[in-house]
């Protein structure tokens, strides 16, 4: 775990991900592509397995072009799916509290960092279902913001979710870092704004973020 692009003592706000960084859990990532894939079948008139293979023919596209990964939004929007659709479908089938619960841990450890920093909440999820994502973890109440797909209609990596989200808490890009589990996602394109960003394998580096940020006894 390293902060990349700007000096610790910057540092005024933690913007986090969501999944893979607040939380782990296969099933429910599984879920989250597949109850949407079901859906694009639906609208595409086509089977779920050629729905499935016409997503992952555009992922592998994307590779074979040597483009970065991108979110699952904008591999929709070019199936033709426009994004009000494909946040209604995020918001009709995701309900986060069947699927995460209470961290303790997670709770105490963004309690100290709140001490510290303002916290915010970044994800490609419609903004409600990162709320209640962070209601079902029991930490809404250590962040300020939540900033989802729908207060932009754009996914990280595009930029304007992070310009969004530092102009909602009135800094600079300089004084923020953007915390997240995918280097494409959510790491290179903040440090292309000239934010600070902490890639993490998962929540267990959450947990000693306050160590390595240097808070103690706080
Ligand atoms: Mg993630």
């Known amino acids: 775990m390293t902060l990349l692009g700007i000096e610790a003592s910057a540092v005024k706000a933690l913007v986090f991900d969501m999944d893979g960084t607040l939380y782990e859990n296969l099933d429910y990532y599984r879920f989250q592509t597949s109850s949407q894939v079901e859906r694009l079948a639906t609208y595409l008139g086509t089977s779920q397995e050629e729905a499935y293979r016409r997503f992952e023919n ?29 946040i209604r479908w995020r918001e009709e089938a995701l309900i986060p509290g069947e699927w ?12 100290t960092l709140a001490k510290r920093f303002r916290l915010a909440l970044l ?12 209601q079902a973890l029991g930490v809404e109440r250590h962040f300020e913001i939540v900033v989802g797909l ?7 990596p595009s930029p304007e979710p992070f310009t969004a989200l530092c102009r909602s808490l009135g800094l600079p890009f300089e004084a923020c870092v953007s915390i997240g589990d995918r280097k494409d996602v959510d790491i290179e394109p903040a440090l292309a704004l000239g934010m600070g960003g902490i890639l993490v394998q998962g929540v267990e580096e959450i947990y000693s973020l306050p160590a390595y940020l240097g808070i103690r006894g706080l």
Do not use: C, W, Y
């Open 58 to 86: 555009a992922r592998a596209a994307r590779k074979a072009a040597g483009l970065p990964p991108t979110s699952m939004a904008n591999h929709f929007l070019a199936l033709g799916v426009d994004m009000p659709t494909i």
């Open 100 to 111: 995460l619960k209470p961290d303790q841990k997670l709770d105490e450890v963004l309690g």
């Open 123 to 134: 994800t490609n999820n419609p903004r409600s279902v990162g709320t209640a994502s962070l």
């Open 150 to 156: 729908d207060d932009t209609g754009m996914s990280k």
